[in-house]
């Protein structure tokens, strides 16, 4: 197709937003723009008409029309698909179809349109994919912001700790006639402290890759605070991703509000399956007893499967983390035991002792005269595992819309527990639907939601396990077509991990005895989807 123009009008004709693809004057888009009102007659069925030049392919969306203008030469059926795709796109950033609205979101519609058409040809884009380029949002850069403010408000911290023991010290030496702190400073150049796991002078624990932790440790130089510079691939887009449970868990110990540092779930399916996801891992922590040695292990998933079948990517990522509160329990070790047949990768931290990982399976430091930080959670060992296997899938969802013939579509899907170990609670399959049609569902298991803000259905399984592994869904829609039910999202959490390794014991490094210990593990959903 060539397409020359997309733009949003009134049913009175009056322009709202368009959007030009090829070169043209201003005066001729406007006079075609002009011209499409007075060839709308009324009582007609189709959603298209012709001049001698262009193509005027049109959807009613309440008050307002989308309208695409091609050349007579263009394909009319990719013509459709392509305007069923840019009404999709306006919904999701716009609360209700008005002008005003329309007129408020003109920027992101524009941007998202030319994600949808390069140059007047189409690109292939989906509306998840659509949605992503144009929020192209950091969370690398929030976290660097958390970081920082964390550090600045320590430094400040310190700084009025070391004043005031400066301040006390300079009393009690005029007191004995002696010579002052502060003289004493001058003369030393000032005061300095550190802290760190493992190093004299950093403040940081982590080796690239999905997990990393940061201990935030400012330095105090005289009575000024002087903060640690911070890497500046902090900022870069598309760059790999630190892990950032482990500091999340750091400012929640400390009493700080994190609900800002997590980005707001843009509408959709992405986002109502998001949502689901960290409502119930919220739900699962929340019930975890803790003892003064806590071990979490979390399990994170990133699936992606074709409609068809096959697998286009799947990715497992884990990390171990230990949580010490009394600081007579630093000095301990970890017993794991690891049953994993399928090559899951492992890697200890730097400062973790690699060779009686390897020997004796056992998380100690190198220096066993060192203890573990206090009241922080340490990233002790991470594991990765990537493949195209179709055997490692743990759910499989089985989408079969099909053409009822009276222009809608009837679907059928269906879901079964292939690992057969996990027991997944909360689970929601969140199915995209066309904008304004409502489905009828005539048969389900679980309980369902329909939201029409959102033009999703919500369909809620509470538990899937060796008992209740199966189970299916029957709906309808009209004017719908198959591909209009896809991308379909997954979440779901479990306690139990998906990756073969757990805890067998902690024991203190001089002499072995046993130390009292909780855990927690969780299994739980980034990304989950069937396109």
């Given amino acids: 197709m060539v397409l020359i123009a997309a733009s949003v009008c009134t049913k009175n004709g009056k322009v709202i937003l368009s959007r030009q693809y090829v070169e043209m004057t201003k005066a001729r888009i406007e006079g075609l723009l002009a011209a499409f ?249 929340a019930d975890i007893h803790t003892e003064s040695v806590h071990l979490k292990m979390e399990d994170k998933l990133v699936v992606r499967l074709g409609r068809d079948g096959g697998v286009q990517q799947f990715e497992l990522t884990g990390l171990l983390t230990l949580r010490i509160t009394d600081e007579n329990l630093g000095r301990i070790k970890v017993k794991l035991a690891n049953n994993d047949a399928q090559g899951i990768q492992l890697q200890t931290h730097p400062n973790v002792d690699k060779e009686l990982f390897k020997s004796r399976a056992m998380i100690g430091l190198k220096n066993p005269a060192k203890p573990f930080p206090l009241n922080t959670d340490v990233g002790v060992l991470k594991w990765r595992f990537i493949t195209q296997d179709e055997s490692a899938i743990p759910l499989t969802i089985n989408c079969w819309p099909s053409d009822n013939g009276e222009g809608g579509c009837d679907v059928n899907i269906e879901y079964e527990l292939e690992t057969q170990h996990l027991e997944l609670q909360d689970v929601v399959i969140v199915i995209p639907l066309p904008l304004n049609v409502q489905p009828s569902v005539a048969e389900f298991d679980g309980t369902y939601k329909y939201d029409a803000r959102k033009h999703v259905l919500q369909w809620q399984i509470p538990v899937i396990d060796a008992a209740n592994k199966s189970g299916s869904m029957e709906f309808s829609c009209s004017a719908s077509i198959p591909g209009d039910f896809f991308p379909l999202q997954v979440s779901f959490v479990s306690k139990t991990p998906y990756a073969a390794i757990s805890a067998l014991d902690v024991v203190h490094v001089d002499n072995d005895e046993s130390v009292k210990y909780s855990s927690e593990t969780m299994l739980f959903v980034e990304k989950y989807e069937i396109v």
Avoid: W
């Fill in 37 to 285: 009102p007075k060839l709308m007659t009324a009582g007609k069925q189709h959603t298209y008409v012709e001049t001698d030049s262009v193509r005027y392919v049109y959807q009613p969306m309440e008050k307002l029309y989308m309208l695409l203008i091609t050349t007579k030469a263009s394909n009319i059926l990719e013509d459709l698909e392509t305007l069923r795709l840019f009404s999709k796109v306006i919904p999701e950033y716009c609360h209700s179809l008005d002008e005003k609205e329309i007129v408020e979101n003109a920027f992101n519609l524009i941007f998202a349109f030319d994600e949808i058409v390069a140059l007047g040809y189409r690109e292939s884009v989906n509306l998840a994919q659509i949605k992503t380029f144009v929020e192209m949002d950091s969370h690398e850069e929030k976290v660097y912001q958390a970081v920082r403010l964390t550090q600045e408000r320590e430094a400040r911290q310190k700084m009025r700790e070391k004043a005031k023991e400066l301040q006390r010290q300079r009393m009690e030496a005029n007191k004995r006639g002696g010579p002052s702190m502060g003289s004493l400073s001058d003369r030393s150049g000032g005061f300095s402290t550190d802290s760190g796991f493992g190093s004299s002078s950093g403040s940081s624990i982590g080796s690239g890759g999905n997990s990393s932790f940061v201990q935030s440790e400012a330095k105090i130089v005289t009575v000024k605070a002087a903060q640690k510079p911070v890497s500046r691939n902090a900022l870069k887009l598309g760059g790999k991703s630190k892990d950032v449970d482990s500091f999340v868990d750091q400012l929640k110990s400390e009493g700080e509000k994190i609900s800002t540092l997590v980005p707001a779930a843009a509408p959709g399916s992405s986002g109502a399956a998001a949502n689901a996801s960290a409502a119930a891992k919220a739900k699962i922590s």
